[in-house]
C-alpha cells in the first residue's frame, strides 16, 4: 500500500509564493521520480517538475527560473518551491510518484491541492 499525501496549496496575491510538499510512503516500496503536476477545469494534467531518486530535475518551460523541485530520500518527501505566481498558476496540483515493490514502478497519486492566485 503507498500512500501520498500533500500539503501547502492555499490562496496567494500575484507575486507572491507557496511551497507544496509531498510525503511518500508505503512499507518495501521504493521510490524512483517523484513530481508534481497540475490541472484546470477543462485541461488536461500538466507536468510542472519532476526529481529522480538522483536529483536530476525537469521543469516544465512555463515555471522554469520561478519553481524549484527538492527531495529528501531519507523521509521520501519531495518539496516544490513556487514564487513569482501568477493567476495562471492557478490549479490543483497533484502530486505523483512512481513506486516500484521488486523490479516494475508504478505510479500513484495524492488527492490534490488547490493553489490560487489572486490578481
Known amino acids: 500500500q503507498v500512500n501520498i499525501a500533500e500539503s501547502g496549496g492555499g490562496l496567494v496575491q500575484a507575486g507572491g509564493s507557496l511551497r507544496l510538499s509531498c510525503a511518500a510512503s508505503?512499507?518495501?516500496?521504493?521510490?524512483?521520480?517523484i513530481g508534481w503536476y497540475r490541472q484546470t477545469p477543462g485541461k488536461q494534467r500538466e507536468l510542472v517538475a519532476q526529481?529522480?531518486?538522483?536529483?536530476?530535475?525537469n521543469y516544465a518551460d512555463f515555471v522554469k527560473g520561478r519553481f524549484t523541485i527538492s527531495r529528501d530520500n531519507s523521509k521520501n518527501t519531495v518539496d516544490l518551491q513556487m514564487n513569482s505566481l501568477s493567476p495562471e498558476d492557478t490549479a490543483v496540483y497533484y502530486c505523483k510518484a512512481d513506486a516500484r515493490y521488486q523490479w516494475t514502478p508504478r505510479p500513484y497519486w495524492g488527492q490534490g491541492t488547490q493553489v490560487t492566485v489572486s490578481s
Open positions: 508505503g512499507s518495501g516500496f521504493r521510490f524512483d521520480a
Open positions: 526529481i529522480s531518486g538522483s536529483g536530476s530535475t
